[in-house]
């Protein structure tokens, strides 16, 4: 069983930066695919960014591309997400995600070990 805590989170202006993390526990952090998905209120929890095992392959959604970076240190078992110029519409609760997949995939389906999640708000 693998526990997952985000941090990170808080109330910010756009255009500023936060840098969200989330620890894993409980299981061989290696062997899982990491994605972060965001959920704001009253709409469906989508996609945002995933990185596989071994961190060599990454994807950001469209809405984030170029503003957001997805990474991940296997010795410290922790997944980041950086994230920069940050819009209004990027105020939603932020989840990280593990699972087993081996390719990145965008569905929650795909995830079997989900984080208590992070408020990020952003004013404008």
């Known amino acids: 069983q693998v526990q997952l805590v985000e941090s990170g989170g808080g109330l910010v202006q756009a255009g500023d930066s936060l840098r969200l993390s989330c620890a894993a526990s409980?299981?061989?952090?290696?062997?899982?695919?990491m994605a972060w998905f965001r959920q704001a209120p009253g709409k469906e929890r989508e996609f945002v960014a995933g990185i596989i095992r071994t961190g060599s392959a990454l994807r950001h959604a469209n809405s984030v591309k170029g503003r957001f970076t997805v990474s991940r240190d296997n010795a410290e078992n922790t997944v980041y997400l950086q994230m920069n110029t940050l819009k209004p519409e990027d105020t939603a609760v932020y989840y990280c995600?593990?699972?087993?997949?081996?390719?990145?995939?965008?569905?929650?389906?795909?995830?079997?070990?989900w984080g208590q999640g992070t408020q990020v708000t952003v004013s404008s």
């Open positions: 409980g299981g061989v952090f290696s062997m899982y695919t």
């Open positions: 995600a593990a699972g087993s997949t081996y390719i990145i995939d965008q569905r929650t389906t795909a995830y079997n070990y």
